[in-house]
């Protein structure tokens, strides 16, 4: 086939296909055909006659090179030009090897990543850059020094530096060369004399004499270096509290440049002033706050093992001097993949030892590092592993660990396992007593509610969350279990036992449903009042039962308190028996909470009475402290706006009060009615009055309750 020329610009070739092959349309598939349309190419056409060459490569084929050029050099490493034969070598850095040195314009230096001809160690002998090749172990160590740069100290890898230490390289820089400065003026000291720190008391310096060149003190006034390292203190305060903002990545390796720095530090020889800083005191206090704050990251950040590992080895090549000894091993933190802290998170080491090679480990950890762990693993809600954590844990602050231990209850709480929590709520720990012990009203509260209903506050808070939540696969706790751990701690809990409010919310739990209300509170349920020889019997039952308490700190109930009749009302009554003997041990300062706490139960409150009927002197206590509760001015309780439901069981109480045939109750009765008629202006359209008044008009008249104050009180709530 004829061919154009190359004034054409344009080329056809020819293939040698012998298939026939028809016409392609413009734009069609011509991967098949025999002639290809090559693009114009400015620089094929313009190279001139001279240039091109009729080379044979293959005659059988007919393949041949018409046109060649040289190709283009790009940029290389040095061991790699095509230009300049170079000779290997292991780690000669003292002369250039063969022709090492010599280099093309697109050579680049192996270590600084520079151009050849820009290296300033090219051939400077103990450099000698020009002999790097990366199959050297000796040049790519080298290599990886260059490029890491400042970093090289905490022997990172190059694949492990990223933006983050870079960022704390370029930090640490900056901070070298503020301290460097700040750290120049320290050691070059303030010229000053010791009169300056020490008031002369000479007589030559009283207003009356003045004496020039006075022998005697002439050795205070003479110039002397005074150092003050407290800019340069000030200056490492203030950038550790800058970095405070950067990522934990950064801000731990910041932390540790800046204690290599500062442990670099000595004071000279000479005098400082009062009340300024020194070396051996100033670098204490710094190394401390960065330990602490190293001890937390170290947990809570989620850094590769690999990182932390570094991270500890850089601080244990670090040089203490004597003043810092203390801090030999404080960053020897238990990584969470550490086989110790696994299996006591896994629940396999109860003890918290192992034995490594013949001797005892013991995890044992910083304050610090254990509040760490604490906040890392309720984030992540596990409370069941914090729970096995917090129980073998040991450290140097007994009483934050106790403090943390004391909350171990709320944790197995909030993982669903409440009979757990009841038991180790008397647990004695190896720093103290049982949790019980130490227990606040508001926590005695909480924990009723909690094992009542099976139901937890939401959140790690719990005096600071108003939801409550069911834990996944909990077990309910049986009232009568939650009624002997209540007794259990108000027998153990000198503070609990003397509070009237704890022994309401005990009540409350006897007369409540396993459910609470949408404000939190217990839901009253009225029990059916038991016949009377079964109260008997309870009551003399109980009285065994509590003393077994006293004495052995123990509860175990008879088959009476399960029975199939009157179980709820059995507890209800031992408690109230309970509070009997509470009652006779010491007089309360209120209690219209206690008895408020019956609610529909009034019965339970008539048993109460009864009881305490063996003594007069307690029973006259109780009732005239219950009508002085009444009479309290600042008392809000038949005024206040109240639901549908209390306002019954306010209705029901005082009826209860001005009804009942005792006649150790007349003269409280009568103290009530002359209370209610006194002040009903200010009862007026309460909801109380209504239930009160069905109340009494479905009562018969009984001898007492005809006096004109009862009737006046009648007839006034006829009108309501």
């Given at each position: 086939m004829e061919t154009k020329t190359m004034a054409d610009k344009s080329v056809i070739v020819i293939s040698d296909d012998e298939t026939e092959t028809g016409i392609e349309s413009p734009g069609a598939d011509c991967k098949d055909s025999s002639v290809l349309l090559l693009e114009?190419?400015?620089?094929?056409?313009?190279?001139?006659?001279?240039?091109?060459?009729?080379?044979?490569?293959?005659?059988?084929?007919?393949?041949?090179?018409?046109?060649?050029r040289k190709a283009e050099v790009m940029p290389h490493a040095r061991y790699d030009c095509t230009s300049h034969v170079f000779c290997q070598s292991e780690n000669q850095t003292s002369r250039p090897v063969g022709t090492n040195s010599d280099f093309c314009e697109q050579c680049y230096c192996y270590i600084c990543d520079k151009l050849a001809s820009e290296c300033q160690s090219w051939i400077t002998p103990s450099f000698c850059h020009c002999n790097a090749h990366k199959r050297s172990p000796f040049w790519k160590s080298w290599r990886d020094q260059a490029l890491i740069g400042a970093l090289i100290v905490f022997k990172f890898d190059l694949l492990e530096i990223d933006a983050d230490l870079r960022h704390a390289e370029s930090l640490l820089m900056k901070f070298d060369a503020d301290l460097t400065v700040e750290h120049d003026k320290f050691m070059m000291g303030t010229l000053s004399s010791l009169a300056?720190?020490?008031?002369?008391?000479?007589?030559?310096?009283?207003?009356?004499?003045?004496?020039?060149?006075?022998?005697?003190?002439?050795?205070?006034?003479?110039?002397?270096?005074?150092?003050?390292?407290?800019?340069?203190?000030?200056?490492?305060?203030?950038?550790?509290?800058?970095?405070n903002g950067e990522k934990p990545k950064t801000f731990a390796v910041v932390l540790l440049g800046a204690a290599q720095r500062i442990l670099l530090h000595k004071q000279p020889l000479g005098h400082s002033m009062p009340n300024t800083r020194v070396v051996p005191e100033a670098v204490p206090l710094l190394l401390q706050r960065i330990i602490e704050i190293l001890q937390r990251l170290l947990v809570v950040s989620d850094f590769p093992s690999s990182f932390s590992k570094k991270l500890i080895d850089f601080y244990k090549s670090l040089f203490l001097p004597p003043y810092c000894r203390c801090f030999l091993n404080c960053l020897n933190v238990y990584l969470w993949e550490d086989s110790l802290l696994v299996s006591v998170l896994k629940g396999q080491n109860i003890t918290g030892e192992r034995v490594v090679k013949g001797k005892k480990e013991v995890l044992f950890e910083s304050i610090h590092v254990v509040l760490a762990r604490t906040e890392k693993l309720r984030e992540q809600n596990k409370y069941r592993e914090l729970a096995r954590y917090l129980k073998v844990v040991r450290t140097n602050n007994r009483a934050e660990l106790q403090r943390l231990k004391d909350q171990i209850p709320f944790f197995m709480c909030k993982h669903g396992d409440f009979t757990s929590a009841g038991h180790h709520l008397f647990h004695s720990h190896d720093v103290s007593c049982c949790t019980a012990c130490r227990l606040t009203p508001r926590q005695f509260t909480m924990y009723l509610k909690i094992l009542r209903t099976g139901q937890v506050p939401v959140g790690n808070e719990p005096f600071y969350s108003g939801v409550w939540e069911t834990p996944t696969g909990h077990v309910p706790v049986k009232k009568s279990d939650v009624?002997?751990?209540?007794?259990?701690?108000?027998?153990?809990?000198?503070?609990?036992?003397?509070?009237?409010?704890?022994?309401?919310?005990?009540?409350q739990v006897s007369c409540s449903d396993s459910k609470l209300a949408q404000d939190g509170s217990f839901i009253c349920v009225a029990w059916k009042e038991p016949e009377e020889t079964f109260q008997q019997s309870i009551r003399e039952t109980a009285g065994l039962v509590l003393k077994e308490l006293e004495t052995k700190q123990i509860i175990i109930l008879p088959k009476q308190f399960y029975s199939s009749y009157f179980p709820d009302e059995a507890m209800l009554m031992l408690v109230t028996q309970a509070l009997v003997q509470r009652l006779i041990h010491a007089h309360m300062c209120t209690v219209l909470n206690i008895a408020m706490a019956f609610r529909r139960n009034m019965w339970a409150l008539k048993y109460l009475f009864k009881s305490l009927s063996v003594r007069h002197d307690v029973l006259h206590a109780f009732l005239d402290c219950l009508i002085k509760d009444l009479n309290e001015k600042n008392n809000t309780l038949l005024i206040r706006t109240l639901p549908q439901s209390d306002a019954e069981h306010i209705g029901h109480f005082i009826f209860f009060l001005i009804s009942y045939e005792h006649a150790v109750l007349r003269p409280v009765a009568h103290r009530i009615v002359d209370f209610l008629l006194e002040h009903w202006n200010d009862f007026q359209n309460c909801p109380w009055q209504r239930n009160l008044a069905t109340l009494l008009q479905n009562q018969d008249a009984t001898c007492w309750n005809t006096s004109n104050s009862f009737l006046q009180l009648k007839n006034k709530l006829r009108i309501v």
């Open positions: 114009e190419n400015s620089d094929f056409g313009s190279v001139s006659d001279e240039n091109r060459s009729d080379e044979m490569v293959d005659a059988e084929f007919g393949l041949s090179i018409t046109y060649s300056a720190i020490y008031s002369c008391s000479c007589c030559c310096h009283n207003q009356y004499q003045t004496m020039v060149n006075c022998k005697r003190c002439s050795s205070k006034h003479e110039a002397i270096l005074i150092y003050n390292y407290s800019n340069v203190y000030q200056l490492v305060l203030e950038f550790l509290e800058k970095a009624i002997k751990v209540g007794l259990r701690i108000l027998n153990r809990n000198a503070q609990l036992y003397m509070n009237p409010d704890s022994w309401a919310d005990l009540i």
